[in-house]
């Protein structure tokens, strides 16, 4: 399946994963990860066990390069898989089989790594990549999607359009974001669509939620109306540019 991109946020140190293909609910199978730890993208046929396993392998403070290298030892069919990790470091590594559907392909940098297979050509990859580089000015979120449009304009999944979905991991065992298109016509418009719906409240519902460091959260509704109005003004302001 298709391509995707994985990155930690220099500002936050928030660890996310953005994907998008032509195939049902990529967000139920592709992007995994957990707070402080590292994320991953798995993706061809894709192997479920290389997303628990790899969390695990994060957890325990294993390189990049070393969760690669021990989930494709382990699993005879890598030949047909794609991987990416970025661990806790930021450090990134990919695997793409040789049995992948052409094109394919990874790019890997520091803080950043983008894979894609049955792609149009390897300028979906490029784009993606470059424009993530290039686009600093975006919250991490937006970041993150304004690379993969940037790859769709260089067409994307060979196949077409259906699923896209972005996750993300602040400092919490649950993920801040979590937004899934599983079938749509235009997933990646849909996946934006939602993203601003949720600055209406529900960022500002997940700011409140009970941590690790206040096991009680912000109960106060009135701050959460006011998070809600930032939130607003600053997904307004984020359009204009």
């Known amino acids: 399946m298709t391509w995707s991109i994985i990155a930690k946020d220099p500002e936050t ?9 032509k195939f049902f609910a990529v967000g139920a199978l592709c992007p995994y990860g957990a707070a402080r730890i590292g994320a991953l993208a798995t993706q061809a046929l894709v192997n479920p066990l290389y997303g628990t396993d790899g969390v695990r392998l994060l957890a325990e ?3 990049a390069e070393e969760i690669v290298a021990i989930l494709t030892a382990q699993d005879p069919g890598r030949g047909s898989r794609q991987l990416q990790v970025i661990d806790r470091d930021g450090r990134t590594a990919a695997h793409t089989g040789s ?3 052409d094109w394919c392909g990874h790019l890997t940098d520091e803080g950043v790594s983008v894979a894609g297979n049955m792609l149009a050509g390897p300028t979906v990859i490029e784009a993606t990549l470059e424009t993530y ?3 600093r000015d975006l919250p991490f979120a937006d970041r993150l999607m304004t690379a993969l449009d940037a790859g769709q304009a260089e067409g994307g999944d060979k196949r077409g359009k259906q699923s896209a979905a972005i996750k993300i991991w602040h400092d919490e065992p649950y993920p801040m974001l979590d937004l899934r298109v599983d079938d749509h016509a235009e997933p990646l418009d849909e996946l934006r669509r939602l993203y601003g719906i949720a600055h ?3 960022l500002a519902f997940m700011d409140a939620m009970a941590t690790r460091g ?4 912000i109960t ?3 701050w959460i109306d006011e998070r809600a109005r930032e939130y607003q003004e600053r997904r307004a302001a984020s359009s204009r540019r």
């Open 13 to 21: 140190g928030a660890f996310g994963v953005a994907v998008t293909t």
């Open 61 to 63: 403070g294993r390189s």
């Open 99 to 101: 049995d992948c559907i």
């Open 133 to 135: 580089g290039r686009r």
């Open 200 to 202: 209406e409240r529900f």
């Open 214 to 217: 206040n096991p009680g959260g």
């Open 220 to 222: 106060d509704r009135s």
